[in-house]
Each structure stands twice: as structure tokens, then as C-alpha cells.
């Protein structure tokens, strides 16, 4: 039964910053993609960050480029986003997902992911 689990989330003030993990398991974390969606009330889910299977490649939503970053840990079937320079626009409900791909693949649609996590809320007050 593949599991993945969110944590980190929470409440920070605005220019704080946050280390979210997804901790994965029943499945082979090596050979999946990963990436983070988030989804704000009343608006749909979009991406914000994906990581290729090696780590070689990495893509940001333009909203989190330069404030986010995306690492994974294949030893320890862990992904993380760690969020700088928060923003009350950033607060939403965080997930990560995994995906099958080939070793520098990133992926951005979130139809071409097959896993999801429940999700960690992350609120950012001004």
C-alpha cells in the first residue's frame, strides 16, 4: 500500500519560512518523480515544485521560483520544499505526489501523477 505523508506544516509570519517533508513508502521511491501542489480555499489545486528522480532537474511554479526550494533524499524515500520569504498568498493546503518518469523527467501536471498525499496546511499570516 503505497503511503506518502506530509509534515511541517503550520503557522508563520509573513517572511518566515517553513521545511515541509513527505515521507514515502510501499513503493520504489527511486524510480518516481516528485513533486508539490498546494490548494488555497476556493481555488484549484496548482503546482508549485518537481524534482526528477536523480535530482538533476527541478521546476518551480514562477510564484516560488527563488523562495522554494525542492531536495529529495532517495535513502530515506523523503522529499522536502523548503519555503522562504513567505507570503500570505502562499497559504494553503500543501500535498506531494509521485509520479513514474524517467531519470531527468520533471513533472508539472498534476493528471500525470499517480500518488497523492492528504496534505499539510500551511498558513501565512501578514
Known amino acids: 500500500q503505497v503511503q506518502l505523508v506530509e509534515s511541517g506544516g503550520g503557522l508563520v509570519q509573513a517572511g518566515g519560512s517553513l521545511r515541509l517533508s513527505c515521507a514515502a513508502s510501499?513503493?520504489?521511491?527511486?524510480?518516481?518523480?516528485m513533486g508539490w501542489f498546494r490548494q488555497a480555499p476556493g481555488k484549484e489545486r496548482e503546482f508549485v515544485a518537481t524534482?526528477?528522480?536523480?535530482?538533476?532537474?527541478?521546476a518551480y511554479a514562477d510564484s516560488v521560483k527563488g523562495r522554494f526550494t525542492i531536495a529529495r533524499d532517495n535513502a530515506k524515500n523523503t522529499v522536502f520544499l523548503q519555503m522562504n520569504s513567505l507570503k500570505p498568498e502562499d497559504t494553503a493546503v500543501y500535498y506531494c505526489?509521485?509520479?513514474?518518469?524517467?531519470?531527468?523527467?520533471?513533472?508539472?501536471?498534476?493528471?500525470?501523477?499517480?500518488?497523492w498525499g492528504q496534505g499539510t496546511q500551511v498558513t501565512v499570516s501578514s
Open positions: 510501499g513503493l520504489t521511491f527511486s524510480i518516481y518523480a
Open positions: 505526489a509521485a509520479g513514474t518518469g524517467g531519470s531527468w523527467v520533471v513533472i508539472m501536471e498534476s493528471q500525470k501523477y499517480d500518488y
Open positions: 524534482i526528477s528522480r536523480n535530482s538533476g532537474n527541478t
